[in-house]
Nanobody
Framework: QVQLVESGGGSVRAGGSLRLSCTAS????????MGWLRQGPGKEREGVAL???????NYGDFVNGRFSISRDAAKRTVYLQMDSLKPEDTAMYYC?????????????????WGQGTQVTVSS
C-alpha cells in the first residue's frame, strides 16, 4: 500500500472546471494502476477515470470527453482535469491506487485510497 494525498476539490458553477491532484508516497507495483472514483449522495461508488503504468487510460461512460486523466511519474502524481462540469458530477472524489483495476469494477484491485476531496457543482 501507499499513501495518497489529494487536493483540488471545491465548488463551481455548472460549465466550470476543476483539476484534482493525487500524489503517492512511493511508486511501486501497487501504483501500476491509479485513478479516481466518486460517490455522490445516495449513490454507489463509481469509477471516473484510471491510468495504467503503460499510459493507457479508461473513463466512465458518463465522462463523455469532459474529463482527462494524466500521470506525472517524476512527481508520483496523477491529475484529473474536469471541464464542463454538471450538477450531477457533485460527489466525493477519491484517488486510488493498486496493482490492477477495472473502470467498471470500483471495488476491485485497489489497495490504497486517499481521504477524498469534495466536488460540488451548482446549477
Amino acid at each position: 500500500q501507499v499513501q495518497l494525498v489529494e487536493s483540488g476539490g471545491g465548488s463551481v458553477r455548472a460549465g466550470g472546471s476543476l483539476r484534482l491532484s493525487c500524489t503517492a508516497s512511493s511508486y511501486a507495483d501497487d501504483t501500476y494502476c491509479m485513478g479516481w472514483l466518486r460517490q455522490g449522495p445516495g449513490k454507489e461508488r463509481e469509477g471516473v477515470a484510471l491510468t495504467f503504468g503503460t499510459g493507457r487510460t479508461n473513463y466512465g461512460d458518463f465522462v463523455n470527453g469532459r474529463f482527462s486523466i494524466s500521470r506525472d511519474a517524476a512527481k508520483r502524481t496523477v491529475y484529473l482535469q474536469m471541464d464542463s462540469l454538471k450538477p450531477e458530477d457533485t460527489a466525493m472524489y477519491y484517488c486510488a491506487a493498486g496493482p490492477y483495476c477495472d473502470i467498471n469494477r470500483p471495488g476491485w484491485g485497489w489497495n490504497s485510497w486517499g481521504q477524498g476531496t469534495q466536488v460540488t457543482v451548482s446549477s
